[in-house]
């Protein structure tokens, strides 16, 4: 196989080449120096024991104690070169391993995105253990067999027939332990996954006696997992017993025959003893590698789940870098969808919006919003149609470049573990009056000062010792962190009380004065009159887009009345349909779209 053929997991493996032909190497040395003992002994019962001379005895027993020694010093740095390489190929890869489960978990979400790094782990394991090491000893085995074809072709025979049957027990190890353990791996896999998503509403789960369920229904998962580990395990347990037994058995029988050669005359004692010694380094490596079965068969898989990732998610290629955005949004007739899924949630979506605008986003639930939201950072690529910022396609624009001139209010709020301050800074390099002053203009500095250790105070996972509104604000202040460009943010005001809106409506207008395009999404019409047009969605298409003033003229009374009654703490505005209510064709709207 070529290089270019090679995938790129393969080609990190291929770097270690010439380290796999130098421990090759010493393997080879070892295992002559494995002959050592046989040799002793065949000098020990044909020589010393005939001539009953002690010098020679002495000679002969500090010259193996060498070769020992030599052999044991080769073998301790075989184990820690292969410990360095597998410490050096995880170098290699983790970073883009980490890149590729976070761009899978992006594209699907729900699944287990820590599974790619324990591949990873498996993977450099493999490379340190002794799994490996029997796979380089194994060659040898036909070595030591014509040894001992050398000594006596009948003993030979006996050690050849070993061999073969090791091999094919180790085969039928493959064939009926395979299936149930890539299974198992994988509703483990699974099973993981679903206590990792489930378990984190940990307090949603406790307040509605929830858990007896949910754990009623990990059991079963985990259930199985048992249940085709064990019938992997116990299958793999009689192979391996049945080898242990063959292997004793053989060197008794190699014994017994070798005795029965020696009252022939046809070998002497010293060479039976060596035929039993030679048998057992023939069969050792087969019988290791039959006990290690399980985990080369874990690590076959994790070998193919993490080329199938890395497949999937090709590595961020150096690319031209542009100038810093301005601002400027324009959707050509885009459709986009959730990844994966089959239909499309916004459907022709086609509008301008210029550097530093303010636009509010409104519409019934499922209308497309948060959608949008993603494909105008990002996030989501569109299936048909361009989202483009300052005339580049943002999907494709260096995220790594883009980062910095963007800010983004998801309606899930998501803080990480660590200080607020590293937060706002987005676990960037830390500029603490930038952090301030995101947070002062976020209306948030003042609520920081009064926790226990200010910016610096530890946040757990997911920020959960923070209440809703606390999170919604200080990821408010994150997305205004560095002054970007463009601030999305999907509903940011979902958690916040009146003072926390005022904040809001504030910081919205000083984003403005700086020049940034902001688009809100709320269903609370307050926080509108700090926009400069209104854009309403309908079904995952565009059904209104103007002036805020037209558009709301636009909307039937009895809209702007509910959607009033929303803003003193009723639900949100909405006909009983749960549509928008439009009786001025898109046409009277006076929308800028140049």
Sequence with gaps: MTSSRRTELGLALYRFRKIFYSLAAFSCVINILGLAPALYMLQVYDRVLTSTNETTLLMLTILVVGLFLLSALLELARSQVLIRVGNRFDMILNQRIFTASFERNLRRSGGNPAQAVQDLTNLRQFLAGNALIAFFDAPWTPVYIAVTFMVHPLLGLITLGGSITLIVLACITNAITQKPLAEANQASISAAAFANNHLRNAEVIEAMGMLPGLRARWFGQHSRVLALQTQASDRNARISTISRFVRITLQSIVLGVGALLVIDGSITAGMMIVCSILMGKALGPVEQAIGAWRQMLNTRQAYARLDEILKEAPQRGDTLSLPAPQGHIRLENVFAGAPGGQSAIIKGLSFDIPAGDAVGVIGPSAAGKSTLARVLVGIWPSRAGTVRLDGADVYL?????????????????????????????????????????????AGVHDMILHLPQGYDTRLGTD????????????????????????????????????????ALVQAIADMKRRGSTVVLITHRMNVLNAMDKLLVMRDGALAMYGPRGDVLDALHPKQIKTATQAEQGRSPGADPDGQYQITAPLHAIRANRT
């Design 397 to 441: 624009w260096n995220k790594d470049e883009l980062g910095p001139h963007v800010g983004y209010l998801p309606q899930d709020i998501e803080l990480f573990e660590g200080s607020i301050a590293e937060n706002i800074a987005r676990f960037g390099a830390m500029n603490d009056e930038q952090v301030i002053e995101a947070a002062q203009r």
């Design 463 to 502: 920020g959960a010792s923070l209440s809703g509104g606390q999170k919604q604000r200080i990821a408010l202040a994150r997305a205004m962190y560095g002054n970007p460009a463009l601030l999305v943010l999907d509903e940011p005001n979902s958690n916040l009380d009146e003072s926390g809106e005022a």
